[in-house]
């Protein structure tokens, strides 16, 4: 006789994009984890207000200690991936209890940043300096 399986908390999956950092986060019920690449926030994030950018989601909507949040993010920097965290967790918030989307939408966590480093222009240094110009 084979053993019963018992079965595993559902997870539920939001993405979230910044400049050129994604992130695939899944949350389900717990005790408050919260992992980046299978790093805690405050390791994986150096800076404080990278940090609270990522957890920003979860203080809004009042989840900080019930939720677990496991994220796997790549691309970017640490700047656009901390901000592709935050939209990706609100996301997942949304399916997981969507009476809290006008909390989250008041807060602006719920629009995705469309801000991209401009291109280099050609002939030019960068994207907007130019060479220096001499009118005599």
Same mark, same amino acid.
């Given at each position: 006789? #084979?053993?019963? %399986?018992?079965?595993?908390? #559902? ?7 910044? &400049? ?12 408050? #984890? ?24 979860? #203080? ?5 200690? %019930? ?21 990706? $967790? ?14 989250? &939408?008041?807060?602006?966590? $719920? ?9 280099? &222009?050609?002939?030019?240094? &960068? ?10």
């Amino acid at each position: 006789m #084979a053993a019963k %399986k018992t079965a595993a908390p #559902a997870f539920i999956w939001g993405t979230g994009r910044r &400049k050129n950092g994604i992130a695939r986060v899944r949350i389900r019920e717990g005790a408050g #984890a919260f992992l980046i690449n299978n790093r805690e926030v405050e390791d994986y994030f150096p800076r404080p207000i990278w940090a609270s950018k990522a957890k920003e989601a979860l #203080a809004v909507a009042g989840l900080e200690g %019930k939720i677990d949040v496991f994220v796997n993010a790549h691309g970017g920097g640490l700047t656009g991936q901390s901000g592709a965290v935050s939209l990706g $967790l609100a996301r997942a918030i949304i399916k997981f209890n969507p009476e809290l989307r006008p909390v989250l &939408k008041k807060a602006g966590l $719920l629009r995705r940043d469309p801000r991209m480093v401009e291109r280099k &222009k050609v002939g030019q240094p &960068k994207a907007r300096a130019n060479k220096q110009f001499s009118k005599r």
